[in-house]
């Protein structure tokens, strides 16, 4: 298991931007896949975005995609998720999650995951 803590979500203007961080305890961070979810009032947890352990592959949800980029600093334990041109429906609590393996599993899963964080509040006002 690995402890997440996310942090640097807000209130934000349409079109405004946001990095949202993710810091993992422990020395295994590295060997991970890292995903961001998020859930909005009465809906389901979606998949937003993903990561592979050595940062080479990515994978976002269409409608995210180029207009946030996810990242990692295996060096620093963390994982980012830039959000760039927010719009209103972008509004939702933000988790991160960490997983093990990446080929031949289905990372926008959340049962893939087995670690998660505590989310933060991200709010896109219009």
């Known amino acids: 298991q690995v402890q997440l803590v996310e942090s640097g979500g807000g209130l934000v203007q349409a079109g405004g931007s946001l990095r949202l961080s993710c810091a993992a305890s422990g020395r295994t961070f590295s060997m991970y896949g890292m995903g961001w979810f998020r859930q909005a009032p009465g809906k389901e947890r979606e998949f937003v975005a993903a990561?592979?352990?050595?940062?080479?592959?990515?994978d976002y949800i269409d409608s995210v995609k180029g207009r946030f980029t996810i990242s990692r600093d295996n060096a620093k334990s963390t994982v980012y998720l830039q959000m760039n041109s927010l719009k209103p429906e972008d509004t939702a609590v933000y988790y991160c999650?960490?997983?093990?393996?990446?080929?031949?599993?289905?990372?926008?899963?959340?049962?893939?995951?087995?670690?998660w964080g505590q989310g933060t509040q991200v709010t896109v006002s219009s």
């Open positions: 990561i592979q352990w050595s940062g080479k592959n990515t």
């Open positions: 999650a960490a997983k093990v393996g990446w080929y031949g599993s289905n990372w926008r899963l959340a049962g893939e995951y087995h670690s």
